[in-house]
Protein backbone atom coordinates (compact mmCIF):
# COMPACT_ATOMS: atom_id res chain seq x y z
CA UNK A 1 0.00 0.00 0.00
CA UNK A 2 1.60 3.92 -0.51
CA UNK A 3 1.59 5.62 1.69
CA UNK A 4 2.62 9.35 2.30
CA UNK A 5 5.98 10.50 4.37
CA UNK A 6 7.51 13.34 5.52
CA UNK A 7 11.15 13.08 3.65
CA UNK A 8 12.19 16.79 4.12
CA UNK A 9 11.45 19.66 6.19
CA UNK A 10 12.84 23.16 7.15
CA UNK A 11 11.65 26.43 7.83
CA UNK A 12 12.68 30.32 7.48
CA UNK A 13 12.30 33.10 9.53
CA UNK A 14 12.93 36.83 9.16
CA UNK A 15 15.93 38.80 10.05
CA UNK A 16 13.94 41.17 12.35
CA UNK A 17 13.19 40.62 15.51
CA UNK A 18 10.60 42.43 17.53
CA UNK A 19 10.60 41.72 21.17
CA UNK A 20 8.08 42.41 23.65
CA UNK A 21 9.34 45.68 24.49
CA UNK A 22 9.72 46.95 21.39
CA UNK A 23 6.09 46.88 20.77
CA UNK A 24 5.44 47.78 24.69
CA UNK A 25 7.50 51.18 23.34
CA UNK A 26 4.46 51.92 20.29
CA UNK A 27 1.60 50.57 22.01
CA UNK A 28 0.07 50.34 25.51
CA UNK A 29 1.21 47.05 26.36
CA UNK A 30 3.66 45.57 28.88
CA UNK A 31 6.19 42.43 28.40
CA UNK A 32 4.98 41.35 31.75
CA UNK A 33 1.07 40.93 29.89
CA UNK A 34 2.14 39.71 26.79
CA UNK A 35 4.24 37.34 28.30
CA UNK A 36 1.72 36.12 31.20
CA UNK A 37 -1.48 35.61 28.77
CA UNK A 38 0.82 34.20 25.66
CA UNK A 39 3.74 32.78 26.52
CA UNK A 40 5.44 35.30 23.79
CA UNK A 41 8.98 36.73 24.12
CA UNK A 42 10.04 37.70 20.37
CA UNK A 43 8.86 37.36 16.83
CA UNK A 44 9.61 38.31 13.69
CA UNK A 45 8.62 40.76 11.22
CA UNK A 46 9.42 40.70 7.56
CA UNK A 47 11.34 43.22 5.70
CA UNK A 48 9.38 45.90 3.33
CA UNK A 49 8.97 43.94 -0.11
CA UNK A 50 9.11 40.39 1.66
CA UNK A 51 5.87 37.93 0.65
CA UNK A 52 5.56 34.98 2.10
CA UNK A 53 6.45 33.56 -1.14
CA UNK A 54 10.10 34.95 -0.70
CA UNK A 55 10.20 33.89 3.09
CA UNK A 56 9.02 30.52 1.51
CA UNK A 57 12.07 29.79 -0.80
CA UNK A 58 14.68 29.35 1.93
CA UNK A 59 12.38 27.09 3.58
CA UNK A 60 11.69 25.24 0.71
CA UNK A 61 15.59 25.11 -0.43
CA UNK A 62 16.15 23.29 3.10
CA UNK A 63 12.89 20.59 2.81
CA UNK A 64 14.29 19.56 -0.80
CA UNK A 65 18.08 19.19 0.82
CA UNK A 66 16.88 17.29 3.79
CA UNK A 67 14.86 15.21 1.37
CA UNK A 68 17.75 14.55 -1.17
CA UNK A 69 15.78 16.37 -3.91
CA UNK A 70 16.23 18.51 -6.55
CA UNK A 71 13.75 20.85 -8.17
CA UNK A 72 13.04 18.67 -10.86
CA UNK A 73 11.69 15.82 -8.66
CA UNK A 74 9.34 17.66 -7.09
CA UNK A 75 5.37 17.02 -9.32
CA UNK A 76 3.33 19.32 -7.12
CA UNK A 77 2.89 22.79 -4.83
CA UNK A 78 0.62 23.12 -1.88
CA UNK A 79 1.12 26.80 -0.35
CA UNK A 80 -0.52 27.26 2.74
CA UNK A 81 -1.27 30.99 2.90
CA UNK A 82 -4.25 33.75 4.41
CA UNK A 83 -1.93 36.53 3.66
CA UNK A 84 -0.51 35.57 -0.06
CA UNK A 85 1.86 38.05 -1.43
CA UNK A 86 -0.80 39.25 -4.24
CA UNK A 87 -4.76 39.37 -3.48
CA UNK A 88 -4.75 37.03 -6.59
CA UNK A 89 -3.15 35.09 -7.86
CA UNK A 90 -2.25 32.93 -4.97
CA UNK A 91 1.64 32.59 -3.41
CA UNK A 92 2.03 29.22 -4.88
CA UNK A 93 2.87 29.97 -8.23
CA UNK A 94 4.98 32.91 -7.16
CA UNK A 95 7.28 29.89 -5.56
CA UNK A 96 6.80 28.14 -8.46
CA UNK A 97 8.77 30.53 -9.85
CA UNK A 98 10.97 31.60 -7.83
CA UNK A 99 12.51 27.88 -7.17
CA UNK A 100 12.53 27.43 -10.78
CA UNK A 101 10.57 24.44 -10.63
CA UNK A 102 9.07 22.52 -13.91
CA UNK A 103 5.49 23.83 -15.04
CA UNK A 104 3.93 22.14 -12.37
CA UNK A 105 0.18 22.77 -10.03
CA UNK A 106 0.24 24.75 -7.52
CA UNK A 107 -2.35 25.22 -4.99
CA UNK A 108 -3.25 27.74 -2.66
CA UNK A 109 -5.69 26.64 0.79
CA UNK A 110 -6.53 29.40 3.01
CA UNK A 111 -7.14 27.54 5.84
CA UNK A 112 -5.67 29.93 8.22
CA UNK A 113 -3.72 28.45 11.05
CA UNK A 114 -5.12 24.70 10.14
CA UNK A 115 -3.60 25.45 6.37
CA UNK A 116 -0.34 23.05 7.22
CA UNK A 117 -2.90 19.95 8.01
CA UNK A 118 -5.30 20.55 5.70
CA UNK A 119 -2.59 20.51 3.15
CA UNK A 120 -0.78 17.60 4.37
CA UNK A 121 -4.65 16.21 3.95
CA UNK A 122 -4.79 17.10 0.23
CA UNK A 123 -0.93 16.08 -0.42
CA UNK A 124 -1.42 12.54 1.36
CA UNK A 125 -4.57 11.82 -1.29
CA UNK A 126 -2.52 12.35 -4.09
CA UNK A 127 0.15 10.50 -2.95
CA UNK A 128 -1.99 7.70 -2.04
CA UNK A 129 -3.76 7.56 -5.11
CA UNK A 130 -0.25 7.39 -7.04
CA UNK A 131 -0.61 10.25 -8.99
CA UNK A 132 2.43 12.13 -7.59
CA UNK A 133 5.78 11.19 -5.88
CA UNK A 134 6.92 14.55 -4.35
CA UNK A 135 5.13 17.38 -3.22
CA UNK A 136 6.16 20.80 -1.86
CA UNK A 137 3.46 21.68 1.43
CA UNK A 138 4.53 24.58 2.07
CA UNK A 139 2.91 27.33 5.33
CA UNK A 140 4.06 30.49 4.95
CA UNK A 141 2.73 33.72 6.09
CA UNK A 142 3.96 37.74 6.04
CA UNK A 143 1.48 38.97 8.90
CA UNK A 144 3.37 41.92 10.23
CA UNK A 145 1.80 44.28 7.54
CA UNK A 146 -1.67 43.46 8.41
CA UNK A 147 -1.58 44.05 12.02
CA UNK A 148 -2.82 47.63 13.72
CA UNK A 149 0.21 48.80 15.86
CA UNK A 150 -1.65 50.71 17.83
CA UNK A 151 -3.73 50.81 21.04
CA UNK A 152 -6.60 49.92 19.70
CA UNK A 153 -5.20 46.92 18.36
CA UNK A 154 -3.47 45.31 20.88
CA UNK A 155 -5.31 42.85 21.92
CA UNK A 156 -4.36 41.31 18.10
CA UNK A 157 -1.33 42.84 17.14
CA UNK A 158 0.60 41.19 20.20
CA UNK A 159 0.36 37.61 19.20
CA UNK A 160 1.24 37.25 15.48
CA UNK A 161 4.70 36.44 13.57
CA UNK A 162 5.87 36.39 9.95
CA UNK A 163 7.67 32.53 8.76
CA UNK A 164 7.87 30.05 6.91
CA UNK A 165 7.61 25.89 7.32
CA UNK A 166 8.03 23.63 4.22
CA UNK A 167 7.92 20.08 4.11
CA UNK A 168 8.53 17.14 1.44
CA UNK A 169 5.47 14.74 1.12
CA UNK A 170 6.90 11.65 -0.51
CA UNK A 171 5.10 8.62 -1.55
CA UNK A 172 6.53 5.19 0.35
CA UNK A 173 5.41 1.12 0.15
CA UNK A 174 6.76 1.31 4.08
CA UNK A 175 4.99 1.24 7.58
CA UNK A 176 4.90 4.76 8.30
CA UNK A 177 4.17 8.74 7.36
CA UNK A 178 0.00 9.82 7.21
CA UNK A 179 -1.82 7.46 8.69
CA UNK A 180 -4.91 9.17 8.60
CA UNK A 181 -6.41 13.39 8.98
CA UNK A 182 -9.33 14.86 10.30
CA UNK A 183 -10.72 18.25 8.59
CA UNK A 184 -13.27 20.27 10.43
CA UNK A 185 -14.99 23.95 9.99
CA UNK A 186 -17.53 25.81 11.63
CA UNK A 187 -18.42 28.83 9.39
CA UNK A 188 -20.75 30.18 11.90
CA UNK A 189 -17.60 31.62 13.60
CA UNK A 190 -16.15 33.22 10.60
CA UNK A 191 -16.87 37.05 12.30
CA UNK A 192 -14.86 36.48 15.43
CA UNK A 193 -11.59 35.80 14.01
CA UNK A 194 -11.19 37.57 10.36
CA UNK A 195 -9.34 39.82 8.12
CA UNK A 196 -12.96 41.48 6.10
CA UNK A 197 -11.33 43.43 3.80
CA UNK A 198 -10.24 43.62 1.33
CA UNK A 199 -14.24 42.60 0.41
CA UNK A 200 -15.48 41.25 -2.93
CA UNK A 201 -19.29 41.52 -1.12
CA UNK A 202 -18.10 45.77 -1.28
CA UNK A 203 -17.54 48.48 -3.49
CA UNK A 204 -14.60 49.52 -3.87
CA UNK A 205 -13.39 46.51 -2.63
CA UNK A 206 -11.37 48.78 0.06
CA UNK A 207 -11.74 52.09 0.51
CA UNK A 208 -9.48 55.41 1.85
CA UNK A 209 -11.84 55.49 4.49
CA UNK A 210 -11.86 52.00 5.66
CA UNK A 211 -7.87 52.38 5.83
CA UNK A 212 -8.91 55.53 7.46
CA UNK A 213 -11.26 54.07 9.95
CA UNK A 214 -8.47 51.09 10.60
CA UNK A 215 -11.23 48.36 8.96
CA UNK A 216 -8.63 47.10 6.61
CA UNK A 217 -6.60 45.05 9.78
CA UNK A 218 -7.28 41.54 10.88
CA UNK A 219 -10.47 41.58 14.45
CA UNK A 220 -10.75 39.00 16.83
CA UNK A 221 -13.06 37.87 19.92
CA UNK A 222 -9.86 36.58 21.98
CA UNK A 223 -12.28 34.80 24.78
CA UNK A 224 -14.47 33.10 21.80
CA UNK A 225 -11.21 31.86 19.89
CA UNK A 226 -9.36 30.89 23.47
CA UNK A 227 -12.53 28.98 24.56
CA UNK A 228 -13.65 26.94 21.24
CA UNK A 229 -9.64 26.62 21.19
CA UNK A 230 -9.45 24.65 24.13
CA UNK A 231 -12.21 22.45 23.08
CA UNK A 232 -11.37 21.42 19.42
CA UNK A 233 -8.03 20.54 20.09
CA UNK A 234 -8.14 17.76 22.39
CA UNK A 235 -11.51 16.73 20.54
CA UNK A 236 -9.23 16.83 17.26
CA UNK A 237 -6.50 15.26 19.24
CA UNK A 238 -8.51 12.21 20.61
CA UNK A 239 -10.64 11.48 16.93
CA UNK A 240 -7.07 10.98 15.57
CA UNK A 241 -6.28 8.30 18.24
CA UNK A 242 -9.81 6.94 18.10
CA UNK A 243 -9.97 6.65 14.32
CA UNK A 244 -6.75 4.35 14.58
CA UNK A 245 -7.41 2.49 18.03
CA UNK A 246 -4.89 4.39 20.17
CA UNK A 247 -4.55 6.09 23.24
CA UNK A 248 -2.18 8.91 24.14
CA UNK A 249 -0.05 6.80 26.14
CA UNK A 250 1.22 5.50 22.63
CA UNK A 251 2.10 8.72 21.43
CA UNK A 252 5.73 10.35 21.43
CA UNK A 253 4.26 14.02 20.84
CA UNK A 254 1.84 16.46 20.03
CA UNK A 255 2.74 19.25 17.27
CA UNK A 256 -0.03 21.86 17.98
CA UNK A 257 -0.35 24.87 15.73
CA UNK A 258 1.46 27.76 17.93
CA UNK A 259 -1.41 30.16 19.27
CA UNK A 260 -0.99 30.85 22.77
CA UNK A 261 1.27 28.70 25.41
CA UNK A 262 -2.07 28.97 28.03
CA UNK A 263 -3.67 26.79 25.28
CA UNK A 264 -1.34 24.69 24.77
CA UNK A 265 -0.79 24.04 28.62
CA UNK A 266 -4.84 23.32 28.94
CA UNK A 267 -4.67 21.22 25.83
CA UNK A 268 -2.10 19.05 27.36
CA UNK A 269 -3.86 19.30 31.34
CA UNK A 270 -7.16 18.13 29.41
CA UNK A 271 -5.25 15.48 27.46
CA UNK A 272 -3.68 14.00 30.80
CA UNK A 273 -0.89 13.97 29.19
CA UNK A 274 2.62 15.68 30.55
CA UNK A 275 3.41 19.62 29.25
CA UNK A 276 6.17 18.35 27.42
CA UNK A 277 4.74 16.19 25.52
CA UNK A 278 3.13 19.11 23.74
CA UNK A 279 5.80 21.34 21.92
CA UNK A 280 5.94 24.49 22.15
CA UNK A 281 7.90 27.35 20.45
CA UNK A 282 5.72 30.25 20.71
CA UNK A 283 8.32 32.13 23.22
CA UNK A 284 10.40 32.56 19.93
CA UNK A 285 7.92 33.27 16.65
CA UNK A 286 4.61 34.36 18.27
CA UNK A 287 1.63 32.94 16.30
CA UNK A 288 3.15 32.09 12.60
CA UNK A 289 -0.61 30.92 11.37
CA UNK A 290 -0.05 28.16 9.00
CA UNK A 291 3.73 28.27 9.15
CA UNK A 292 3.65 27.27 12.59
CA UNK A 293 3.12 23.52 12.53
CA UNK A 294 5.79 23.04 9.70
CA UNK A 295 8.52 25.15 12.22
CA UNK A 296 7.29 23.38 14.97
CA UNK A 297 7.92 19.97 13.66
CA UNK A 298 11.52 21.15 12.58
CA UNK A 299 12.92 22.17 15.18
CA UNK A 300 11.26 18.95 16.91
CA UNK A 301 13.48 17.38 14.57
CA UNK A 302 16.46 19.45 14.80
CA UNK A 303 15.94 18.35 18.83
CA UNK A 304 16.07 14.97 18.14
CA UNK A 305 12.80 14.42 19.83
CA UNK A 306 11.35 12.09 17.71
CA UNK A 307 12.17 9.01 16.42
CA UNK A 308 11.19 6.48 13.47
CA UNK A 309 8.40 4.59 14.69
CA UNK A 310 7.02 7.31 16.88
CA UNK A 311 3.34 8.00 16.62
CA UNK A 312 3.07 11.90 16.60
CA UNK A 313 -0.17 14.59 16.31
CA UNK A 314 -0.52 17.77 14.33
CA UNK A 315 -3.41 19.82 15.29
CA UNK A 316 -4.12 22.60 14.71
CA UNK A 317 -7.39 24.94 15.56
CA UNK A 318 -8.00 28.81 13.83
CA UNK A 319 -10.07 31.47 12.13
CA UNK A 320 -12.92 29.51 10.26
CA UNK A 321 -13.65 28.38 12.61
CA UNK A 322 -11.69 25.48 11.27
CA UNK A 323 -9.73 22.84 13.30
CA UNK A 324 -7.84 19.52 12.05
CA UNK A 325 -5.25 16.99 13.01
CA UNK A 326 -2.99 14.47 11.05
CA UNK A 327 -1.61 11.19 12.87
CA UNK A 328 1.93 10.42 11.79
CA UNK A 329 3.93 7.49 12.42
CA UNK A 330 7.68 8.81 11.93
N1 LIG B 1 -1.52 44.56 26.45
C1 LIG B 1 -2.08 44.94 27.60
N2 LIG B 1 -3.39 44.79 27.87
C2 LIG B 1 -4.14 44.24 26.91
C3 LIG B 1 -3.60 43.79 25.69
C4 LIG B 1 -2.24 43.98 25.46
N3 LIG B 1 -1.64 43.60 24.34
N4 LIG B 1 -4.59 43.25 24.95
C5 LIG B 1 -5.72 43.35 25.69
N5 LIG B 1 -5.46 43.94 26.87
C6 LIG B 1 -6.37 44.26 27.95
C7 LIG B 1 -7.80 44.33 27.48
O1 LIG B 1 -8.09 45.62 27.03
C8 LIG B 1 -8.57 43.96 28.73
O2 LIG B 1 -8.62 45.10 29.56
P1 LIG B 1 -9.89 45.35 30.52
O3 LIG B 1 -9.93 44.20 31.45
O4 LIG B 1 -9.58 46.66 31.16
O5 LIG B 1 -11.08 45.37 29.60
C9 LIG B 1 -7.66 42.96 29.39
O6 LIG B 1 -6.35 43.17 28.86
C10 LIG B 1 -8.04 41.55 29.08
O7 LIG B 1 -7.27 40.80 29.92
P2 LIG B 1 -7.60 39.31 30.18
O8 LIG B 1 -9.06 39.10 30.36
O9 LIG B 1 -6.69 38.82 31.26
O10 LIG B 1 -7.14 38.70 28.80
P3 LIG B 1 -7.34 37.25 28.39
O11 LIG B 1 -6.88 36.36 29.50
O12 LIG B 1 -8.68 37.06 27.80
O13 LIG B 1 -6.25 37.14 27.23
C11 LIG B 1 -5.92 36.90 24.90
C12 LIG B 1 -6.43 37.80 26.03
C13 LIG B 1 -4.43 36.64 25.12
C14 LIG B 1 -6.12 37.55 23.56
C15 LIG B 1 -6.70 35.57 25.01
O14 LIG B 1 -8.08 35.82 24.95
C16 LIG B 1 -6.32 34.61 23.92
O15 LIG B 1 -5.21 34.10 23.90
N6 LIG B 1 -7.25 34.26 23.02
C17 LIG B 1 -6.95 33.38 21.94
C18 LIG B 1 -6.49 34.24 20.84
C19 LIG B 1 -5.64 33.52 19.84
O16 LIG B 1 -4.91 32.60 20.11
N7 LIG B 1 -5.71 34.04 18.65
C20 LIG B 1 -4.83 33.60 17.65
C21 LIG B 1 -5.50 33.28 16.39
S1 LIG B 1 -6.46 31.86 16.49
C22 LIG B 1 -5.48 30.69 16.80
O17 LIG B 1 -4.34 30.70 16.44
C23 LIG B 1 -6.01 29.55 17.57
Not at 45 to 64: H, I, M, T
Not at 87 to 113: E, R, S, T, W
Not at 220 to 228: A, D, I, S
Request: proline residues 4%.
Amino acid sequence: MTRSYISGWGFHVPEKVVTNDELAAIMDTSDEWIRSRTGIQTRHFAAPGEGPSDLAVPASKRALQRAGLTVKDIDFIIFATFTSDYYAPGAGVLLQHKMGFGNIGAMDIKMQCSGFVYGLSVADQFIRTGTYKHILLVGAEVQSTALNLTDEGREVSVLFGDGAGAAVVSATEEDRGVISTHLHSQGEFAKELCAPLPSTAKQPWISAEDIEQGRHHPIMNGREVFRHAVNRFPEVIREALEANGITTQDLKMIIPHQANIRITLEVARRLKIPPEMVFSNIHKYGNTTAASIPIALSEVLAEGLIEQGDYIVLAAFGAGFTWASALLKW
